[in-house]
């Protein structure tokens, strides 16, 4: 009960508040918080099924590179684009779970480090379809139903929406009977294969749903800042969408979504000097391994049952 | 025809040598204590510097520099280990992250210390040998020896010591080996140790050929990952053989079709390799 009040009153300000405060910056940071989330929410996804998917941040650079490219050489409308980015990374996800997700462990992490790389590589050298270092400038603004988002407040409140609907999808899957399923992969895998599930249909599955939320958020990505180089989608921006959630604590996805809120901003507040907001990102990474394994959520979750037993 | 071969052949060599000191080093620690060393291209980057700062600003000559710089790292990796690593060993999930954690602290120290910008150490050795209508730079060749005389050091402290077969024995299984008396804490903090100075050396012997900046570290630490997965994850006998091999296939395919088909090629042999044969050509299955 608590928890869905809490939750109601957390969606009501992430709603309200740029009601209040109109302030272009502020809403500028709240979209990035909004498609950080939404990344690392796909992201937990994978961790949930005891996967950590290293190419995380070049699945999103998919989805943005895709959708750019139908609008602008393809002159699709972003009403088709959207949808097509997250599918396309999906499809690929599909396509390649089956062979990636057999292996576990630090295998499949290095096996998606690789893939991550290997798609940074090829949007920094095939310079003639993705513009190579220099990115693709002048990406149109989104638009909807014949109306142009223009403002920072129109792309909040629709990577808002894309947000709350991968938050959702996140808590459905794994409260789902598929879920419990999906839980018991984590736990022990031989017993649940024993009961006849088949393990590596579900994690494909998974996997290419987390792709495909990854893919959505690229796209909003690149309409709203109109500008994509390969570098936004480097290992680093896998790193921080993984600080994120080990922050905000992975085994829920209340916990992504509590790490992009304090995270997000932080670079913001230290951003004339970008060696000191890495420091902080990478000792505040350290902390949170050393003494609140579980992570902030997980933090919240214990001091609830502390508070319970008398 | 040969002469180019030959040419392929002996670069390859000499920037093979390097990858086996890194990806040794990033092999013992993940075969002794299951950690993958994200941290492993920032040693590389902190022997660079050591070497950059004492035989640059303070004018030693290159041998103590670099003897010094060596030692340094292995104090650092000790360090981590005793001090970070301990307390979440065991846990492979936590292990990857507080390396990750290592990495960017360590890169974001060396961007305050020394600023973005690339510099050079003073060349120790300087001029180039003929061979017929090849040519190699001594100083690669001087790289290439001191990576031998290394390799070798490292090979019978760990196969004719006592403390190395220590080491094998908590790598092949930490609890029997505590049965025996081993301290595996103890071989763990110096495994860290040895497997950092390692990739300290490979920082301190490239730093005058390359340049030296804090962001080194990153591609090293690719290739080191790529021999590692291509010979076996924690398997010595993989990593020198996948970083000589590695290092020849680079060569050649840079010479032949760019350094980007060169590097593609490296990512499709890993995840053919992790997804057929994940042990490594010469890895154990376990």
């Given at each position: 009960?608590?928890?869905?009040?809490?939750?109601?009153l957390?969606?009501?300000?992430?709603?309200?508040?740029?009601?209040?405060?109109?302030?272009r910056?502020?809403?500028?940071i709240?979209?990035?918080?909004?498609?950080?989330?939404?990344?690392?929410?796909?992201?937990?996804?994978?961790?949930?099924?005891?996967?950590?998917?290293?190419?995380?941040?070049?699945?999103?650079?998919?989805g943005?590179?895709?959708?750019?490219?139908?609008?602008?050489?393809?002159?699709?409308?972003?009403?088709?684009?959207?949808?097509?980015?997250?599918?396309?990374?999906?499809?690929?996800?599909?396509?390649?779970?089956?062979?990636?997700?057999?292996?576990?462990?630090?295998?499949?992490?290095?096996?998606?480090?690789?893939?991550?790389?290997?798609?940074?590589?090829?949007?920094?050298?095939?310079?003639?379809?993705f513009?190579?270092?220099?990115?693709?400038h002048?990406?149109?603004?989104?638009?909807?139903?014949?109306?142009?988002?223009?403002?920072?407040?129109?792309?909040?409140?629709?990577a808002?929406a894309?947000?709350?609907?991968?938050?959702?999808?996140?808590?459905?899957?794994?409260?789902?009977?598929?879920?419990?399923?999906?839980?018991?992969?984590?736990?022990?895998?031989?017993?649940?294969?024993?009961?006849?599930?088949?393990?590596?249909?579900?994690?494909?599955?998974?996997?290419?749903?987390?792709?495909?939320?990854?893919?959505?958020?690229?796209?909003?990505?690149?309409?709203?800042?109109?500008?994509?180089?390969?570098?936004?989608?480097?290992?680093?921006?896998?790193?921080?969408?993984?600080?994120?959630?080990?922050?905000?604590?992975?085994?829920?996805?209340?916990?992504?979504?509590?790490?992009?809120?304090l995270?997000?901003?932080?670079?913001?507040?230290?951003?004339?000097?970008?060696?000191?907001?890495?420091?902080?990102?990478?000792?505040?990474?350290?902390?949170?391994?050393?003494?609140?394994?579980?992570?902030?959520?997980?933090?919240?979750?214990?001091?609830?049952?502390?508070?319970?037993?008398? | 025809?040969?002469?180019?071969?030959?040419?392929?052949?002996?670069?390859?060599?000499?920037?093979?040598?390097?990858?086996?000191?890194?990806?040794?080093?990033f092999?013992?620690?993940?075969?002794?204590?299951?950690?993958?060393?994200?941290?492993?291209?920032?040693?590389?980057m902190?022997?660079?510097?050591?070497?950059?700062?004492?035989?640059?600003?303070?004018?030693?000559?290159?041998?103590?520099?670099?003897?010094?710089?060596?030692i340094?790292?292995?104090?650092?990796?000790?360090?981590?280990?005793?001090?970070?690593?301990?307390?979440?060993?065991?846990?492979?999930?936590?292990?990857m992250?507080?390396?990750?954690?290592?990495?960017i602290?360590?890169?974001?120290?060396?961007?305050?210390?020394?600023?973005?910008?690339?510099?050079?150490?003073?060349?120790?050795?300087?001029?180039?040998?003929?061979?017929?209508?090849?040519?190699?730079?001594?100083?690669r060749?001087?790289?290439?020896?001191?990576?031998?005389?290394?390799?070798?050091?490292?090979?019978?402290?760990?196969?004719?010591?006592?403390?190395?077969?220590?080491?094998?024995?908590?790598?092949?299984?930490?609890?029997?080996?505590?049965?025996h008396?081993?301290?595996?804490?103890?071989?763990?903090?110096?495994?860290?140790?040895?497997g950092?100075?390692?990739?300290?050396?490979?920082?301190?012997?490239?730093?005058?050929?390359?340049?030296?900046?804090?962001?080194?570290?990153?591609?090293?630490?690719?290739?080191?990952f790529?021999?590692?997965?291509l010979?076996?994850?924690?398997?010595l006998?993989?990593?020198?053989?996948?970083?000589?091999?590695?290092?020849?296939?680079?060569?050649?395919?840079?010479?032949?079709?760019?350094?980007t088909?060169?590097?593609?090629?490296?990512?499709?042999?890993?995840?053919?390799?992790i997804?057929?044969?994940?042990?490594?050509?010469?890895?154990?299955?376990?």
């Open positions: 009960m608590l928890r869905k009040a809490l939750l109601v957390f969606a009501a300000l992430a709603f309200g508040w740029p009601l209040v405060i109109e302030n910056y502020v809403t500028h709240g979209v990035l918080i909004d498609i950080s989330a939404t990344v690392s929410l796909s992201l937990n996804m994978m961790l949930r099924i005891g996967q950590l998917s290293a190419a995380q941040a070049a699945f999103m650079g998919l943005a590179y895709t959708s750019t490219l139908l609008v602008m050489r393809l002159g699709l409308p972003f009403l088709i684009a959207f949808p097509a980015a997250g599918l396309l990374v999906a499809a690929i996800a599909a396509v390649m779970g089956p062979i990636f997700l057999r292996v576990k462990g630090v295998y499949f992490v290095l096996l998606t480090f690789a893939l991550g790389e290997g798609i940074g590589l090829v949007f920094q050298e095939w310079v003639s379809l513009g190579g270092n220099n990115g693709i002048g990406i149109p603004k989104a638009s909807l139903f014949g109306m142009t988002m223009l403002t920072p407040r129109s792309y909040y409140y629709f808002l894309l947000a709350g609907v991968t938050y959702l999808v996140a808590v459905g899957v794994f409260r789902s009977a598929r879920g419990a399923v999906l839980d018991s992969l984590n736990e022990n895998e031989e017993l649940s294969q024993s009961l006849g599930v088949n393990a590596l249909s579900y994690r494909v599955c998974v996997f290419a749903i987390s792709g495909f939320f990854a893919g959505l958020a690229g796209s909003v990505y690149a309409h709203y800042t109109g500008f994509l180089s390969p570098e936004a989608f480097a290992f680093s921006t896998m790193v921080d969408m993984l600080a994120i959630n080990v922050i905000g604590g992975i085994s829920s996805p209340l916990g992504p979504l509590l790490g992009a809120i995270l997000v901003p932080l670079p913001e507040l230290l951003r004339d000097v970008k060696q000191y907001q890495m420091l902080t990102y990478g000792l505040l990474l350290m902390a949170a391994v050393l003494f609140l394994p579980s992570g902030i959520a997980g933090g919240l979750r214990s001091l609830r049952q502390w508070q319970r037993s008398p | 025809m040969l002469a180019l071969t030959l040419q392929i052949v002996l670069n390859g060599l000499t920037t093979g040598l390097v990858y086996v000191l890194m990806a040794l080093g092999t013992l620690i993940f075969g002794i204590m299951r950690v993958v060393n994200f941290a492993h291209g920032e040693l590389y902190v022997g660079a510097f050591a070497v950059t700062v004492l035989s640059g600003k303070l004018s030693w000559p290159y041998v103590p520099a670099a003897v010094c710089s060596v340094l790292v292995g104090v650092l990796g000790s360090l981590l280990e005793r001090f970070l690593f301990r307390r979440v060993i065991g846990n492979e999930f936590n292990c992250i507080l390396a990750l954690a290592v990495s602290c360590l890169q974001s120290l060396g961007l305050i210390i020394f600023g973005p910008d690339e510099i050079g150490a003073p060349r120790p050795v300087t001029g180039v040998f003929h061979f017929g209508s090849g040519v190699i730079p001594a100083d060749v001087f790289v290439g020896v001191m990576a031998i005389l290394l390799l070798v050091a490292f090979y019978f402290f760990l196969n004719k010591t006592h403390f190395g077969l220590m080491m094998r024995a908590v790598a092949q299984d930490p609890e029997v080996a505590a049965l008396g081993i301290r595996p804490k103890r071989v763990h903090t110096a495994a860290f140790a040895i950092s100075l390692l990739a300290g050396a490979a920082g301190a012997l490239m730093a005058p050929i390359y340049t030296v900046f804090p962001y080194m570290g990153e591609l090293p630490m690719m290739k080191a790529i021999v590692v997965v010979g076996g994850l924690g398997s006998s993989g990593a020198v053989v996948g970083g000589l091999l590695l290092g020849i296939v680079e060569s050649g395919f840079a010479t032949m079709l760019g350094s088909a060169a590097a593609l090629v490296a990512f499709a042999v890993v995840v053919a390799t997804t057929i044969r994940p042990e490594g050509l010469m890895g154990r299955r376990s």
